[in-house]
T-cell receptor, first 111, second 114 residues
């Protein structure tokens, strides 16, 4: 079993809809959590970074962490065609330690 | 502009050949990393370096080698011992801040076998 599980999709939504993405993990040692967005054949770019359980909002993006359930989510409100990309979750156990990535979810936002 | 530059964008390897992927950063970051990405799979760590002239193996180091002679540069060599080298290779860097594990990525190199 992988340490981090993420549905590969694709997840197809109409423009303006809410996109809901999630990852589950098995190791309670993970302390901080990130979401990256990756356009086709490009490097991932950091979207959200959270350390504690709860919600963090940045513009149209909300990251949610539930450490008791070992479950993290990313919500994208008012989705745009430019949000079409692969979204990768990543998590780390401690500062200075390497990150563990999910496999990524491909999202398609149709005009 | 500050950032991470990977070259070439596309690379082809013949059987038995070693090839080297370039990664240069001008972000003044201490740590640099190499990841391999296969379709539908997460990023897997090949090697990383936190200081010049020192580096550690990641999860899939077999068939790869690296060097870190300068802070700005972290080239990756894919050797002939790597039997399945076709993948998208990503270089990343990060500052070594105790509260910051944010990775900054280059644009990647697609390696294919002829």
């Amino acid at each position: 079993q992988k340490e981090v599980e993420q549905d590969p999709g694709p997840l197809s939504v109409p423009e303006g809809a809410i996109v809901s993405l999630n990852c589950t993990y098995s190791n309670s040692a993970f302390q901080y959590f990130m979401w990256y967005r990756q356009y086709s054949r490009k490097g991932p770019e950091l979207l959200m970074y959270t350390y504690s359980s709860g919600n963090k909002e940045d513009g149209r993006f909300t990251a949610q962490v539930d450490k008791s359930s070992k479950y993290i989510s990313l919500f994208i409100r008012d989705s745009q065609p430019s949000d079409s990309a692969t979204y990768l979750c990543a998590m780390g156990k401690a500062a200075g330690n390497k990150l563990t990535f999910g496999g990524g979810t491909r999202v398609l936002v149709k005009p | 502009d500050g950032g991470i530059t990977q070259s070439p964008k596309y690379l082809f390897r013949k059987e038995g050949q070693n090839v080297t992927l370039s990664c240069e950063q001008n972000l003044n970051h201490d740590a640099m990393y190499w990841y391999r990405q296969d379709p539908g799979q997460g990023l897997r760590l090949i090697y990383y370096s936190q200081i010049v002239n020192d580096f550690q193996k990641g999860d899939i180091a077999e068939g790869y080698s690296v060097s870190r002679e300068k802070k700005e540069s972290f080239p990756l060599t894919v050797t002939s011992a790597q039997k399945n080298p076709t993948a998208f290779y990503l270089c990343a860097s990060s500052p070594l801040d105790s509260t910051n594990e944010k990775l900054f990525f280059g644009s990647g190199t697609q390696l294919s076998v002829l």
